[in-house]
């Protein structure tokens, strides 16, 4: 192995990214509002602003943590208030504050199990999806204290809150079991009465197989959406008086993506053009449309990847989003729409010498998309670990990426891969895991592999796979369905389909449906698919690594796997982290677990690795 600088340690303090990006007008000028991680803290999310002077503040005093748990996966937790202050959901206890400048925040919501995400702020309230167990409504919250408001109720699951300009109607996005939001979903829009609810609602748009993924009101009463009735998450005019909607960018690129929060946001609305990130999983740009000729023309910049918040200012002469590209890690970007100047606003890191950083090569290995990081050496075939992103129904990006940096530097090679039910590629592509779930997934896999070996890039006897979450269900199933991976790490992994159907919480528990099959009927795919049940067949050991406080895929997935690894003599080690949820947010956790798969790889293709703890794998030698 070779020795590198890069260090776990500067993994866990560079290798994530802003979110929620807010342009705020100010007494003193223009601020930008976004949140970050602090993983040195605990791994909060801690609100910041940059002001007119370029100095970014703290605006969430220390101990709070802007999160929430909707749909588990949480959704846009705080918005800037006019006049200055914060509305904000806490993690500790799920209820929403709001804290004045220089304050200490006030809850405005009860103690007790709701759970509220997606705020917008209207007039002197702010209006959110509150969820209370598996109930979810639109809800308007009084900014001074009080009683609040149920406004909607209607589908399972709702996101994307929008009051019209003239505050005479209100859309959002709606969507029932067994659907996910990629799937198929409604824009509703209904009038707003005099007593602050909604009335009957009309769908226009959208259906059960046409997934919006984002809708805002134009100032003439129409909407743009981003839906994807052509196989592509395109930009479309919605017009509400009964004509067509209008595909505004036909074109073979995505305009949106998987809604696995509430309230993301790929477009902006700039007067009377739209601000837009587009692209595929290969390569994003961030442009501005004009909607009477469908003209886009992009901003300048090395930005390969975007994230799924845009935010023009009030005056409409700035945007302000978050890119990254494979030499710069994601940070806050403000453009002045006028020029196309741009400005990075958030704080620089401390980012290892460039020549440490792999560049991606976009690639496909028998239609299967790709992105291989070539390993530090001499160019003779290498170990190479294939990365397995999550969701299933998400992608990797072409962005920087410290912790691939971290193997590649000392001469192991990494390959994304970017299967079959990806987003990123359109509908088709993203409809090939449809009931394959653990078949397309690791056939797939298993093509990138046995491609980069017969390129002469990976020595096909130290090819390894890793995953978290659903990545770390196709990692353990490719260990135990192919004889080509000579050992897998899963993080927070699902190994039992069948189990974690019942176990889970209630957005995903009817996605298998989707994946594999509904059950009973389909009960055999479960079983036959199974990692537990198909542990005597491993094709080498595994590393297991699962946060105490999971609630999407309970650590008893994790536990049967071993046992069953143990029961039928292969070899495993696992690791358990309590105070982490499903992922890695605190700088103990992701340096402890990075360092443990750096001495499993050293393990399982022979060589040493000082420099971090020891790792002893359970089972025969």
């Known amino acids: 192995?070779?020795?590198?600088?890069?260090?776990?340690?500067?993994?866990?303090?560079?290798?994530?990214?802003?979110?929620?990006?807010?342009?705020?007008?100010?007494?003193?000028?223009?601020e930008v509002w976004w949140d970050e991680p602090r993983p040195a803290e605990g791994g909060r999310r801690?609100?910041?602003?940059?002001?007119?002077?370029?100095?970014?503040?703290?605006?969430?005093?220390?101990?709070?943590?802007?999160?929430?748990?909707?749909?588990?996966?949480?959704?846009?937790?705080?918005?800037?208030?006019?006049g200055g202050g914060l509305v904000f959901t806490n993690w500790a206890d799920q209820r929403l504050y709001r804290c004045a400048p220089g304050g200490e925040p006030e809850a405005l919501t009860p103690p007790g199990p709701s759970r509220y995400a997606d705020l917008v702020i209207h007039g002197d309230e702010v209006w959110c999806v509150r969820e209370t167990g598996v109930l979810r409504d639109l809800v308007a919250v009084p900014l001074g204290g009080g009683p609040l408001r149920v406004v909607v109720r209607a589908q399972h699951f709702i996101m994307n809150p929008r009051v019209s300009p003239g505050g005479g109607q209100v859309a959002w996005i709606g969507y029932d079991h067994p659907a996910m939001p990629w799937d198929g979903t409604s824009l509703c829009v209904a009038p707003l009465l005099a007593d602050g609810t909604a009335g009957p609602y009309r769908v226009v748009a959208g259906g059960p197989e046409e997934a919006v993924a984002q809708a805002e009101w134009r100032e003439d009463g129409a909407l743009y959406a981003v839906t994807d009735p052509s196989g592509w998450w395109n930009i479309h005019l919605v017009p509400l008086d009964g004509t067509p909607s209008r595909n505004l960018t036909p074109r073979p690129e995505e305009f949106g993506d998987a809604a696995w929060k509430l309230g993301y946001q790929w477009f902006a609305l700039a007067g009377d053009r739209v601000v837009t990130a587009h692209g595929t999983a290969d390569g994003k740009r961030l442009g501005v449309l004009d909607p009477a000729t469908g003209v886009i023309t992009d901003f300048d910049g090395p930005y390969t990847a975007w994230g799924p918040t845009v935010s023009v200012?009030?005056?409409?002469?700035?945007?302000?989003?978050?890119?990254?590209?494979?030499?710069?890690?994601?940070?806050?970007?403000?453009?002045?729409?006028?020029?196309?100047?741009?400005?990075?606003?958030?704080?620089?890191?401390?980012?290892?010498?460039?020549?440490?950083?792999?560049?991606?090569?976009?690639?496909?290995?028998?239609?299967?998309?790709?992105?291989?990081?070539?390993?530090?050496?001499?160019?003779?075939?290498?170990?190479?670990?294939?990365?397995?992103?999550?969701?299933?129904?998400?992608?990797?990006?072409?962005?920087?990426?410290?912790?691939?940096?971290y193997f590649t530097s000392r001469g192991i090679g990494v390959a994304e891969v970017n299967y079959g039910g990806s987003t990123g590629y359109g509908r088709e592509y993203r409809e090939r895991l449809r009931h394959n779930w653990g078949v397309v997934d690791v056939k797939d896999s298993?093509?990138?592999?046995?491609?980069?070996?017969?390129?002469?890039?990976?020595?096909?006897?130290?090819?390894?796979?890793?995953?978290?979450?659903?990545g770390g269900w196709t990692s353990v199933a490719a260990l135990v369905h192919s004889d080509v991976f000579r050992g897998a790490v899963a993080h927070y992994a699902i190994t039992d389909p069948e189990g974690w159907a019942v176990e889970t919480h209630d957005f995903e528990s009817r996605y298998l449906d989707g994946l594999i099959g509904p059950l009973p009927e389909t009960r055999r795919r479960y079983l036959d698919r199974s990692p537990t049940l198909h542990a005597a067949q491993a094709s080498g050991p595994a590393l297991l690594m699962h946060g105490l406080e999971d609630a999407i895929v309970d650590p008893g997935q994790a536990e049967r796997f071993v046992a069953a690894l143990d029961e039928h003599g292969g070899r495993w080690a696992y690791l358990t982290f309590p105070g982490e949820q499903h992922g890695w947010r605190r700088e103990e956790t992701i340096v402890a677990a990075l360092e443990a798969e750096l001495a499993f790889y050293g393990l399982i293709f022979g060589f040493p690795t000082p420099e971090v703890p020891p790792l002893t794998l359970k089972g025969p030698m």
């Open 313 to 405: 200012s009030p005056g409409g002469s700035a945007v302000a989003a978050v890119g990254g590209s494979p030499r710069r890690p994601y940070e806050v970007v403000r453009f002045d729409l006028a020029t196309g100047a741009h400005q990075v606003l958030s704080p620089a890191k401390d980012l290892p010498d460039p020549a440490l950083l792999p560049i991606p090569e976009a690639t496909e290995f028998d239609g299967v998309h790709a992105h291989v990081y070539r390993p530090a050496g001499d160019g003779a075939p290498a170990p190479y670990v294939i990365f397995v992103h999550g969701g299933p129904t998400g992608s990797s990006p072409m962005a920087f990426d410290l912790e691939i940096a």
């Open 46 to 82: 801690c609100v910041v602003r940059r002001g007119p002077d370029g100095a970014v503040r703290d605006v969430l005093p220390p101990g709070w943590n802007a999160r929430n748990r909707v749909i588990e996966y949480g959704g846009r937790p705080w918005r800037p208030l006019p």
């Open 446 to 470: 298993e093509t990138v592999a046995r491609g980069l070996a017969s390129a002469g890039l990976a020595d096909p006897g130290r090819i390894a796979i890793r995953g978290g979450s659903a």
């Open 1 to 30: 192995m070779i020795e590198s600088p890069v260090t776990a340690v500067d993994v866990a303090r560079v290798d994530d990214r802003p979110s929620w990006v807010e342009i705020v007008s100010a007494p003193e000028g223009e």
